[in-house]
C-alpha cells in the first residue's frame, strides 16, 4: 500500500506559479509510475503530467506542455509539478496517482486545490 499527499496548493493570479508535491508513504524504489491528474469544477478528471520513476521520462497533455514540469526526487520519495504561465483554465483539484506497475493506477491522493483568478 503506498499513501500519497499532496501539497503546495492555492490561489494565485494569472501568469503566476506554483509547485505542487506528492509525498509518498514508503520507499520509491518500488513505484513503477507516478503521474498528476486534475477535475475541475463540473468537469471529468484529466490527465496532465506522468514520470516513469526509473528512467524519469515525461509525458504531458498537450495542454500544459511546455508550462508544466513534472519531475521526482527518489531521495525523498517526492514527485513534483511545477506550474507556470498559469492560466484561469488551470483551476482545478489536482491529484497525484502511482503504480508500482503498468496498468491503471493503484494509489490516489486526496488532491490540493489551485485556483487562478483572471
Known amino acids: 500500500q503506498v499513501q500519497l499527499v499532496e501539497s503546495g496548493g492555492g490561489l494565485v493570479q494569472t501568469g503566476g506559479s506554483l509547485r505542487l508535491t506528492c509525498a509518498a508513504s514508503?520507499?520509491?524504489?518500488?513505484?513503477?509510475?507516478m503521474a498528476w491528474f486534475r477535475q475541475g469544477s463540473g468537469k471529468e478528471r484529466e490527465f496532465v503530467a506522468h514520470?516513469?520513476?526509473?528512467?524519469?521520462?515525461?509525458v504531458y497533455a498537450d495542454s500544459v506542455k511546455d508550462r508544466f514540469t513534472v519531475s521526482r526526487d527518489s531521495a525523498k520519495d517526492e514527485a513534483y509539478l511545477q506550474m507556470k504561465d498559469l492560466k484561469p483554465e488551470d483551476t482545478a483539484v489536482y491529484y497525484c496517482?502511482?503504480?508500482?506497475?503498468?496498468?491503471?493506477?493503484?494509489?490516489w491522493g486526496q488532491g490540493t486545490q489551485v485556483t487562478v483568478s483572471s
Open positions: 514508503r520507499r520509491t524504489n518500488s513505484i513503477y509510475i
Open positions: 496517482a502511482a503504480s508500482t506497475s503498468p496498468g491503471p493506477y493503484m494509489y
Open positions: 514520470i516513469n520513476w526509473s528512467p524519469g521520462t515525461t
